[in-house]
């Protein structure tokens, strides 16, 4: 999974974050809400581990606002505040789960696969564009009457334009959301990788859905689309 941990305790936050990538998952931390809040607002993620006590910004208010712009990514509140008034309020904001401190990392473990199990049974419903059909719960995609074969990276450059239909992705957002926060990507494998995207989803006689925006990025919208 791809993680963001919201933590001001920089010794908690980076112990989260070795832990859960060892355990084969890709994590990124930010030690306060104000920039906690502007990553889950720049990149998709498939859970937020927040803190609520931080400084700028609380996790209440951080959940508050992403739930104000329609940002369902699925949050599990982490913190030390443990009183059924604190859990109900977390949750009344729209957090997913709530965990308080101190904590097993096991449970931990457990809490995330269970978060992101639920969202997907829920559904996270159908990506469109044009005659484009993105499938999340089944990681399916069909253009017109076609199913389209694609790589697991071709897949997830294409879902992470489809959930911004219409608006510039940049390359660096593309780059870090699908290979990881880590790796030294060079922006060339990235224009290689979308090349091989567009050579299945922009076959001779379909319209054009997939457009570079040169020197910022790339994005998926149907012909005349606004």
Known sequence: MKLLIVEDETHMADLLRKGLTEEGHNAICAYDGAEGLDLARSYEFDVIILDVMMPKLNGYDVAKRLRAQKIRTPILMLTAKDTVPDIVRGLDLGVDDYMTKPFSFDELLARLRSVRRRISAAGEGELRVGDLVLDPAGRNVVRGEVRISLTRTEYNLLERMMFR?????????????VWGFDREIEENTLDAFMHLLRNKIDTPGKPKLIHTVRGVGYLIREDGQA
């Open 165 to 177: 239909v219409g608006k510039v992705v940049s390359r660096r957002s593309l780059i870090e959301s």
